[in-house]
């Protein structure tokens, strides 16, 4: 039963996280380089300006979900299993949203990439 | 790619690693949490490992934002998984684990990816299409739209 609630515990992980990552990048594309900004404005402004982004917001949502499942993960299984696991799908999920949902070119270079660092994540754990 | 935002992403990779190393002990010392005391889970930011695990992934945060801000997500993903290779390096060189060959393989594959896609584009995005040109428009933008 334990290991059902800790692969349960990933997958939420992996779904909130890809989610998140892919509201955060589209929110932080829309408000532009920080940098950039930064050296035009002041940072409070660039603060408010990210602030009120509501994909900002709602990617805040979705990463707390997943902070929350991998505390849920810790604690029933060890950070060795979790961590890699929910690294390497997460790396795999994220290339497939960021393609569909991001319109990134993800070429043979970083799916090659992607999965170079899934499987390395994977043999760490090992 | 300027000094300045291979800082940035050097800030993503060392506090994700300290952050995540932080977290796990404190929930180490919590123990398992029962689906029937979910007040626990609440409460254990209490934990001072938590929280200061806490504090570095805000700082992890902040750095991830801002890469995010001029590269694409699957430019900065696999270029700052070199946290793991950090992390065994820490565990190898600093705390004396025993890091094993098939370990050693792993450190090398992370390596090689990170050093694929680093050579490529950080952007391949175009930024106009996610700049909305007022506020309204952010608002009536749904995700993945193609205009």
């Known amino acids: 039963m334990k290991h059902l609630y800790t692969w349960s515990a990933i997958v939420a992980i992996v779904i909130a996280s890809s989610a998140g990552d892919v509201l955060l990048s589209h929110a932080m594309k829309q408000v532009g380089d920080v940098g950039e900004l930064w050296r035009r404005t002041s940072l409070p402004t660039v603060a408010g300006r990210i602030l009120r982004n509501p994909r900002f917001l709602l990617g805040i949502f979705c990463m707390m979900l997943a902070f929350y499942s991998l505390l849920f993960a810790l604690s029933w299984a060890d950070v060795s299993l979790v961590g890699p696991a929910a690294a390497a799908l997460t790396f795999v999920a994220n290339a497939i949203a960021a393609k569909i949902f991001l319109h990134e070119r993800v070429d043979h270079r970083r799916w090659i990439a992607a999965l170079l660092v899934a499987g390395g994540v994977v043999l760490l754990a090992g | ?147």
């Open chain 2, 1 to 147: 790619m300027t000094f300045r935002k291979y800082l940035v992403l050097a800030g993503v990779t060392v506090c994700a690693a300290i952050g995540d190393s932080l977290l796990s002990r404190g929930m180490k010392q919590i123990g398992a949490i029962s689906l029937h005391h979910l007040s626990t889970i609440i409460l254990c930011i209490l934990n001072p490992w938590v929280a200061l695990g806490i504090l570095f992934l805000l700082g992890f945060f902040a750095s991830y934002m801002t890469a995010l801000s001029w590269a694409d997500l699957t430019y900065v993903l696999p270029a700052t998984s070199l946290g793991y290779v950090f992390l065994a390096l820490i565990a190898r060189f600093f705390l004396h684990e025993q890091v094993s060959p098939l370990r050693w393989l792993g450190i090398g594959l992370i390596s090689a990816g990170v050093g694929f896609v680093t050579r490529g584009p950080a952007l391949t995005q175009d930024p106009a299409r996610a700049s909305p040109r007022s506020e309204d428009q952010v608002e009536a933008l749904p995700l993945g739209d193609k205009r």
